[in-house]
């Protein structure tokens, strides 16, 4: 194979800039497996709307940011410990660089937009190619077009004041076993269900926007739906509140919420998924866990309705 040092930035196609000056790109590199030097095509440059894809073997230098980290010193405060964050080699081998504009020309794209377009990429090659097409990612660095300071993508910080603060008292701890005990105590396809409901949900819980919403969609689905029919979740809701099915279906807007869905799975929408949104399905879902194993309703829902500043017409209003 032909030996060759080139700068990334070099990689970005002249056309995506009137102004080197003012421009950065987004990178990001996956380690690819099972794949030795002469399989790698020698033209390897892919240009797809908004990337461009560079599969090459040799080592790529880059800065790490893997040991950076957020440290809590109280609830309130927290640090970003930078001390580790250093210029390093990859080891020789075979990778997969994605390439986006970032800032073009001064203006700078949406973070999640451009996470979003690598995302989509990555999957393309994946699906068509293979999981090892893009094993591991190795690093996200943000690289101006002079060619000058690297950024790197810092973790991801949730704000634990936003979330409400757990119960840890002895009632509480009760509470919990006896939720467990009464799934476990369940016939054996219906225990498989929730609990297949509950990794959902904790998938959910730890992802952001669309992919949080989906998630907490199929928890939801998976614990009290025949399928994609709502019907049963507003027919619980209606004998944990004490109301007709159709005030439940007007009430808690279930129905709504599932027409958002349908618009972002069968029509391609991109949503805005606001956080207070992703509060709500989590309570929601917390009434239905309830109900489903016959066990006093908390009321969650209802509490996150009240809020004056909830407005979940709007939130699934496209």
């Known amino acids: 194979m032909l030996q060759q040092s080139i700068r990334l930035i070099d990689l970005a196609p002249e056309e995506w800039f009137s102004s ?75 990778y997969i660089l994605l390439i986006s504009p970032f800032v073009v020309d001064g203006q700078e794209r949406p973070e999640p937009e451009v996470r979003q377009v690598l995302q989509e990429t990555v999957a393309l090659f994946m699906a068509m190619n293979g999981r090892n097409t893009a094993f591991e990612l190795v690093f996200d660095n943000i ?98 509140y004490e109301v007709s099915v159709q005030e439940a279906n007007q009430q808690f807007g279930v129905g709504r919420v599932f027409g958002l869905r349908s618009k972002i799975v069968h029509q391609g929408h991109i949503a805005s998924i606001h956080a207070n949104l992703q509060r709500y399905l989590e309570a929601l879902y917390s009434d239905l866990l309830l109900a489903e194993l016959d066990l006093p309703s908390e009321y969650k829902a209802q509490l996150v309705l009240n809020d004056p500043e909830f407005d979940l017409i709007s939130y699934v209003t496209v």
């Open 20 to 94: 080197k000056e003012t421009s950065s790109i987004w990178i990001s590199c996956y380690r690819i497996f099972r794949v030795l030097p002469d399989n790698l095509a020698t033209s390897g440059i892919i240009n797809l709307p908004d990337v461009v894809v560079v599969p090459l073997w040799g080592q790529v230098r880059y800065t790490d940011a893997s040991q950076a980290k957020i440290v809590f010193i109280t609830e309130e405060k927290w640090e970003f410990d930078v001390s580790q964050i250093q210029e390093k080699d990859t080891l020789e081998g075979a």
């Open 143 to 240: 690289l101006p077009m002079t060619g000058e300071k690297t950024t790197v993508i810092s973790p991801m910080v949730e704000n634990p004041l936003w979330f409400s603060a757990p119960n840890f008292s002895s009632e509480r701890l009760l509470d919990i076993q006896s939720v467990a005990k009464a799934i476990d105590h369940l016939p054996p396809e219906e225990k498989n269900r929730i609990k297949l409901s509950l990794r959902w949900f904790e998938l959910a819980m730890r992802k952001h926007g669309v992919d949080s919403f989906l998630s907490f969609w199929i928890a939801l689905e998976t614990l009290s739906m025949d399928n994609t029919d709502i019907r049963p979740i507003n027919k619980t809701l209606a004998r944990v």
